[in-house]
């Protein structure tokens, strides 16, 4: 409700200025759905969504952030800059925009389910793997109670993980509300990645 980034109408187009923040994939999507305020002091009933192009005069973006993982996926930061929009890119009309933004939300929620599952999943794959060749006291440590109790504590988690997720997405597939069960699946399987990361 607090966008700093401006859309000011002009005739047959809309004017854009501003910076937009941890943006994935910004700098290789041929297509960028944003969001602007139209009306500041409408707050969230101000925001309206906008399609802009690649290469429209205006927009640009910065490098490619380091993060910590997700690598495969870039986040950069776009810049607008006097970036004239036509009013036919808008999407819906002016101030639907946050409602769009959530419902774009909720499906996105469900890809960030997937990403940490499969984090989940390779920690467990990985630790079993080291836990089956690594030896300590003439054996695998996968032998003792302490590694086994983690590897399947983790694999528990990686699988509840898994069946949140699929869940969200079979609701959403099927058109039915899933708002709920999107956000259960991505609270859950961004903890169990982070524990199954640190286990291992």
Not at 147 to 164: G, H, K, Q
Not at 173 to 196: C, G, H, I, N, W
Request: charged share 20%.
């Amino acid at each position: 409700a607090s966008l700093q980034t401006r859309a000011i109408r002009d005739g047959d187009v809309y004017v854009l200025n501003g910076r937009k923040a941890f943006v994935t994939s910004g700098d290789v999507a041929e297509t960028i759905i944003l969001f602007a305020s139209t009306n500041p002091e409408q707050r969230s009933h101000g925001i309206s969504a906008f399609i802009v192009e690649r290469g429209t005069p205006g927009l640009s973006h910065g490098r490619p952030l380091q993060k910590m993982g997700m690598h495969c996926s870039s986040t950069v930061e776009l810049v607008l800059e006097d970036c004239r929009v036509p009013v036919t890119n808008r999407l819906g009309d002016e101030g639907e925009g946050f409602k769009i933004a959530m419902q774009v939300l909720d499906v996105g929620r469900i890809g960030i389910a997937a990403q940490a599952l499969g984090i989940a999943q390779a920690a467990l794959e990985a630790a079993s793997h080291y836990a089956m060749t690594r030896e300590q006291f003439g054996r695998p440590i996968g032998g003792f109670e302490a590694v086994r109790w983690m590897l399947a504590d983790t694999a528990t988690e990686t699988e509840a993980a898994r069946l949140l997720t699929y869940q969200a997405a079979r609701l959403k597939d099927a058109e039915q509300p899933f708002t709920t069960a999107a956000s259960m699946a991505k609270l859950y399987a961004s903890r169990v990645a982070v524990t199954a990361a640190d286990r291992a």
